[in-house]
């Protein structure tokens, strides 16, 4: 349980290329659309590295879901990446930057594409954060987002219930997700 950091090459070490996953017929696949998927954003930072002043536009990137699992065949990676917006304000407008936009616009449409189901957070870096009541709207809302996302990949969905959606029934804490450093 609990969030877990580690570097995207000991990610795919641990989900794709294990030996428990050699028989797996999609992870291969997926793990490629992942990197087909993020190579907009390095492209990005590479053609933008001045402006950008050694910021990241992905600040991290969160895998939870059946990839992170032991399933030996998922249908996707669920993805939520935090974007830093600094990064993001730097380059805005410049050749290339709509994909900033593009890529969370449908997650239908990436998972289709890349296999990959994306979900963006804000990143800011907050210093004050045990002063709540300095926090801006745009603070505030990083909280929220990256709070909602943490308590979701952390829980499990109730089998025996028609309704699988988050409950408090399903609220402990039973499951863990990948904080991926790029």
Known sequence: MGR?????????????SATEFEDSSTRTELWDGLHNYLDPFL???????????????????WLGGSFVS????????????LIDTRAERAIRGKPGSKWLTTAFQ???????????????????P???????????????TYFTQRGVWDDWWQRCRL????????????????????????
């Open 4 to 16: 877990y950091s580690i570097s995207f090459d000991e990610a795919e070490e641990m989900l794709v």
């Open 43 to 61: 492209t990005l930072e590479d053609t933008y590295a001045g402006a950008l002043g050694g910021l990241p536009l992905i600040h991290r990137l």
């Open 70 to 81: 032991t399933k030996l065949d998922p249908g996707n990676i669920d993805a939520t990446l």
């Open 106 to 124: 449908s997650r239908a449409r990436m998972k289709e594409k890349f296999g990959v189901s994306p979900l963006r957070i804000g990143y800011q």
């Open 126 to 140: 907050v210093a004050h954060i045990f002063e709540t009541d300095r926090f801006t709207l745009d603070e505030r």
């Open 159 to 182: 089998r025996d219930q028609n309704d699988r959606s988050p409950s408090e029934e399903s609220a402990a804490p039973a499951r863990g997700y990948l904080e991926v450093r790029l």
